[in-house]
């Protein structure tokens, strides 16, 4: 498994950024597909993003209709880590934020998720 700590949560004003980081330990950052989840108050847990690399060592980054256009997932593999940009906040992006890897590639797709982080709090205010 691979341990994983986010950091980069705040308070921030309706249309304004915040960049979360996610920390992954493991020598197989480089190969697992990283996830972004949220879940606010009352709802079940969703996806946000996730950043993976098909066959042919080609990365790709797959986005929920809610956050396209606004979010931006990236990775560095020399520092083990993830980014979630967001920009253009809104109230309803409000909730807790956790990373998640797999070593599955379609793990989109499939959801078997190997590793979760304990999450951040954004909070969105309008």
């Known amino acids: 498994q691979v341990r994983l700590v986010e950091s980069g949560g705040g308070l921030v004003q309706a249309g304004g950024s915040l960049r979360l980081s996610c920390a992954a330990s493991g020598r197989t950052f480089s190969s697992n597909t990283m996830g972004w989840f949220r879940q606010a108050p009352g709802k079940e847990r969703e996806f946000v993003a996730a950043?993976?690399?098909?066959?042919?060592?080609?990365?790709?980054?797959d986005y929920a209709d809610s956050v396209k256009g606004r979010f931006t997932i990236s990775r560095d593999n020399a520092k083990n880590t993830v980014y979630l940009q967001m920009n253009s906040l809104k109230p309803e992006d409000t909730a807790v934020y956790c990373c998640?890897?797999?070593?599955?590639?379609?793990?989109?797709?499939?959801?078997?998720?190997?590793?979760w982080g304990q999450g951040t709090q954004v909070t969105v205010s309008s």
């Open positions: 998640a890897a797999a070593t599955d590639r379609r793990a989109v797709v499939s959801g078997t998720w190997d590793s």
């Open positions: 950043h993976g690399w098909r066959a042919g060592s080609v990365y790709y980054a």
